[in-house]
């Protein structure tokens, strides 16, 4: 049972986010009554590809990494979600199985909201279907933004493009601090471990950055745009 006080930080939390902003207080008590806290283990599973699409959820605390399997069970990071962040709501509207993999990076703690009862709630309010809304579009075009980087960009383009974007979404475009490992970095890039080390290495060689763990100094933010930018154009171009 989730106490008062915990509660009403989970309603600012909701509040927060990009699918619930904007919501008059009526409707995100409506919303907080049908959630349901649940806490996760670091690396225990939350869902498997082609289970149920029963529900979906928000990050309340640690780090989600959505990913796929090959046949030969290789992994491929498709997305790694944190606080105030949603994840696995295209089956609300499609009624279909989870088309991807869950798991807890860190020992975590979520907000699930059953289908059947937020697809109500959906129908009386406008205002969280223009949300929902806005968010399916976003989620369309990172996967966008994702299939380009993996087919036109190089493996030094795509890190140069991350590090400005997590600068960015981090607020300190100096000084990014990954907040995964280097190997779950190189699944979500679409390379190895080695390679991405390489490139690390050549990058501090050149002076783009300067690394020390996970906390990456950028040293030259526009060499590094030009290196995000010089990547899809060297590929494009063949």
Do not use: W
């Amino acid at each position: 049972m989730i106490s008062e006080a915990a509660m009403d930080n989970l309603l600012n939390l909701m509040e927060s986010t990009t699918l619930f902003g904007g919501l008059e207080p009526h409707q995100l008590n409506a919303v907080r009554r049908i959630a349901v806290s649940q806490r996760y283990t670091k690396e225990e599973r939350i869902f498997s590809e082609g289970d149920p699409g029963h529900g979906f959820f928000i990050v309340v605390e640690g780090l989600i990494k959505i990913y796929k399997l090959s046949a030969d069970g290789k992994e491929q990071i498709l997305h790694i979600f944190g606080p105030g962040e949603p994840f696995g709501e295209i089956p609300v509207f499609t009624g279909q199985p989870f088309p991807a993999n869950a798991q807890a990076l860190a020992d975590s703690q979520v907000l699930f909201f059953p289908r059947q009862r937020f697809v109500e709630l959906i129908a009386g309010s406008p205002s969280l279907s223009l949300n929902m809304l806005a968010l399916l579009s976003r989620r369309l075009r990172e996967f966008t933004v994702q299939v380009e980087n993996l087919s036109l960009r190089d493996v030094p383009a795509r890190l140069a493009a991350y590090l400005l974007l997590a600068g960015e979404e981090q607020r300190k475009p100096d000084c990014v601090t990954l907040p995964f490992s280097k190997g779950q970095l190189a699944s979500l890039l679409g390379t190895i471990p080695e390679t991405l080390s390489r490139i690390f290495a050549r990058m501090s060689a050149q002076g783009l950055i300067a690394v020390n763990g996970r906390e990456i100094r950028v040293l030259d933010e526009d060499a590094l745009a030009d290196l995000a930018l010089q990547g899809k154009m060297t590929e494009k171009n063949g």
